[in-house]
Structure formats: structure tokens, C-alpha cells
């Protein structure tokens, strides 16, 4: 049974991008609202201990909320924060991921060194899901927790770049020879724009055709399966994009930092302290940490399951000329379980959002590296994956929050620990 209107004071903002509220002894969690508001709420999902509700009313308005920088937010899925001023942002981020730690590791871990960027256009790779039907044609985001399509002219924090691509695939979906169904395109912005289409159907040479007479700076094009393999349908299947003083090719497929104007800021805070003889890089994709490490080891190890990545580290490692990188096609875990080389000086590692998980954390503590710099996505995931290298003897040095995600509630943390 749903509840009547509730009022409520928010307490704080917690991860996820809601605020919380206590009523009667039960947490409310809702979204778009600010600490120290006032405000009425529709419950939309009660239980014993939590109820989730919209907001229907601020009855009494933070000081500082300002007004939304994009006229799809509290429609479209992807932001959460346009109704907060940028630094409040970033202090909620910090506060969160120390509070995260705590409360899920049971770890107190130096305040968070907050490295911001520009909050708008950052964007250099975007997913859009497309449908048509009939005649008609719609292209956007998903709404929240919805498989519902909201139709966008612009995305405000992705790049001038990858806006000009959302106009001429519009455009596309208005031809007779554009299929019907649904569709997802990927766009990557760097020396130029990286478009993959994931439809059911056949993406005709046609449009291959139109979509390169509209968006002059496309340089490539592929199909992608659903099995995941990739089809080249014009160019030469990657585009370089830059962060710091290195330059990479990325491939269709192959995951690169979306955030142009601090991807080299994330490099530089992970490496700056790490210096010796041996490094591995674990989960290292096409190089995105490997480059930087290896101007400052005399070896380095990278390891990356993923077979098109591996190609583009190879292609990187020969672009910039570098020679002592050893290259591992195998998963993070499987590598972990058989190593049997010499102590490393310094592991890097940037996992996917699930982590490392605990049976690799406490084999990566037994190979007793005297640094451990972990790169996180997930704040929960981070807090189990520390907890389980604390019990080894690292400890905290160095937290960074490194805003990736500017307008949303993602949480990107650098974390070096060392051994005793």
C-alpha cells in the first residue's frame, strides 16, 4: 500500500544522487532535493524500514539550489545534480566516499583530495538509444530506472563534437531506408568521432554513406552483435584521444576516460609517486596507465583480457616508442592466481565497477607490493575490496575524488595504500 504525502527535512545526500530524510523512524530516499530542504514527497515505494517517493512540493528551498543547466534533467536518466552548484557537487562526492568507506569497509581513510574540472561538455564517449516505428524516429537517454525513451535535441555535458553526431543521426532516422526497430549508437570523440551501431538489423551501406556526407569528422563506423564482435563498415576502426602528455589509439569496443578535461589529471594523480624497477598494471585496456608507468619503471606488466584492447596497447606501446612493457592477454584473476615473478614495486589497478573481489584482493596482497593504487568507479565496491587488502596490512596514503562525472552521482576515486 502507498503512502499519503509525506513532509520531510533532507538530512543529506547519499550515493546514488538522492537525498535522505528520517520519518518515523523509516529512511526516505528521494532524488532532485538538497540538504536542509523542506519537502513533500509522494512515497512510490514503502517497506518496513525504507520508503523511495518523488518530491511533489519544495516547501522550503536550499539557499543555494540554482536552476538546471539542461531542460531534460528530472526526466532524462543520466544527471542528478544540475539543481546544486558545481562545488557542492564535488563536496557531496567527497563526503560520500569517505563516508562509504566507513560504513561498508569499516575504514577511516585520509579526507579526500578533490580534483575538478569543467562541469559542462566533458563528455568524449556517449551511448544513445534510438527507436523508430513507422514513421517515426526518437533518439536519447533512458529515463531513470525506466526503459522509456526520452527525446533529446542536446546533451549539455557531452562534448560540441558529439552534439553535431546526435543532430545528424536524427537526421538519419528521417530516411525511408533507415530501419525500423531499436538501436543503440556509441560515439567517441577524440582526433575525430568513433560511431558503433548496435541494432537487429543490417545498417545499410546507405546510411554508411549519408552519415559520412553529414558529420564530416566521422573516421569510423562498425556494427556490433550481439555477441559482442565488431564489423567494420567504413575507416580504419579507431581514433586517437589524448590525456596528459600520451596519445592513444582506441578502437571500436575498447573503453578509454570519459572526461577530456581531466582524463590526463586522473593519469597524473594515480603515477605521480610511483617510481622503481617493477610495476604491474591490472585491468590496463589500451594503456591508459601503462604509457605514464613506463616512463617511470624499468618494467612494467599490463594485463587486459579484453583482445581489442590488447591490440591498441601494442599499437600505443610502438606509437610512443616504448619497449618495456610486457603484455599479459589474460583475466586480472587468472594472472593474480599463476603469478610467480618478483616483487613488484607498485601495483595499479582500475577495475570494472564489479571489483576485484576477494579471493584476486588477497592474492594481489600475498604478491606484497610496497604500493597498491587502486582506481575506483564504485565507492561500495572500493570499500569491500580495501577492507580485504587492510586486513593484509596496507593502509591508506592518499584518497583523491577525481569528478569524472560532473552533474551526476559517479564517483571516481584514486586510492594509494601502502604496505605497513
Avoid at 110 to 131: D, L, T
Avoid at 216 to 242: H, K, M, N, Q, T
Avoid at 362 to 376: D, H, N, P, Q, S
Avoid at 391 to 411: A, C, N, S
Wanted: neutral net charge.
Amino acid at each position: 500500500m502507498i503512502e499519503k504525502t509525506i513532509e520531510a527535512r533532507i538530512e543529506k545526500m547519499v550515493y546514488g544522487g538522492e537525498g535522505l530524510a528520517r520519518v518515523e523512524g523509516r529512511v526516505l530516499l528521494t532524488p532532485f532535493v538538497l540538504p536542509g530542504e523542506l519537502v513533500e514527497i509522494q512515497p512510490v515505494k514503502s517497506d518496513p524500514r525504507l520508503l523511495r517517493g518523488r518530491v511533489g512540493r519544495i516547501v522550503e528551498a536550499a539557499a543555494n539550489r540554482v536552476e538546471p543547466g539542461c531542460r531534460y534533467f528530472a526526466r532524462c536518466g543520466g544527471c542528478n545534480y544540475q539543481h546544486a552548484p558545481y562545488a557542492d557537487q564535488t563536496r557531496f562526492k567527497a563526503e560520500i566516499l569517505s563516508e562509504t568507506l566507513r560504513r561498508i569497509g569499516k575504514l577511516e581513510a585520509p579526507e579526500p583530495e578533490i580534483v575538478a574540472g569543467e562541469p559542462w561538455a566533458y563528455r568524449n564517449r556517449v551511448q544513445f538509444k534510438a527507436v523508430k516505428r513507422g514513421r517515426e524516429f526518437h533518439i536519447g537517454y533512458l529515463e531513470a530506472a525506466s526503459n522509456r525513451l526520452v527525446d533529446i535535441d542536446a546533451c549539455p555535458i557531452s562534448s560540441p563534437a558529439i552534439n553535431e553526431a546526435l543532430a545528424a543521426l536524427r537526421d538519419l532516422g528521417q530516411r525511408p531506408d533507415y530501419p525500423a526497430g531499436d538501436a543503440e549508437f556509441e560515439i567517441v570523440d577524440g582526433s575525430g568521432l568513433l560511431v558503433t551501431v548496435r541494432a537487429g538489423e543490417r545498417f545499410p551501406a546507405t546510411l554508411v554513406t549519408a552519415l559520412r556526407e553529414r558529420l564530416p569528422a566521422l573516421v569510423s563506423i562498425a556494427r556490433s552483435d550481439a555477441s559482442g564482435g565488431f564489423f567494420r563498415l567504413w575507416g580504419d576502426g579507431g581514433v586517437v584521444c589524448e590525456a596528459g602528455a600520451f596519445k592513444y589509439r582506441i578502437s571500436h569496443g575498447v573503453f578509454f576516460q570519459v572526461n577530456r578535461f581531466l582524463a590526463g589529471e586522473l593519469a597524473r594523480v594515480t603515477v605521480a609517486d610511483l617510481s622503481g624497477e617493477l610495476a604491474l598494471d591490472l585491468y590496463s585496456g589500451a594503456g591508459f596507465f601503462t604509457l605514464p608507468l613506463a616512463r617511470r619503471f624499468a618494467k612494467v606488466e599490463a594485463v587486459e583480457t579484453n583482445s581489442a584492447a590488447v591490440r591498441d596497447l601494442r599499437a600505443n606501446c610502438a606509437a610512443e616508442k616504448i619497449e618495456n612493457v610486457k603484455i599479459h592477454k589474460a583475466a586480472t584473476a587468472e594472472f593474480l592466481a599463476a603469478y610467480d615473478g618478483p616483487k613488484p614495486d607498485a601495483i595499479v589497478l582500475d577495475p570494472p565497477r564489479a571489483g576485484l573481489g576477494q579471493a584476486a584482493g588477497k592474492r594481489l596482497a600475498e604478491i606484497g607490493a610496497a604500493t597498491v593504487v587502486y582506481v575506483a568507479c564504485d565507492p561500495p565496491t572500493l570499500a569491500r575490496d580495501l577492507a580485504v587488502l587492510g586486513g593484509k596490512g596496507y593502509r591508506m596514503e592518499k584518497v583523491f575524488m577525481v569528478d569524472l562525472f560532473p552533474q551526476t552521482f559517479h564517483i571516481e576515486s584514486v586510492v594509494i595504500l601502502r604496505l605497513g
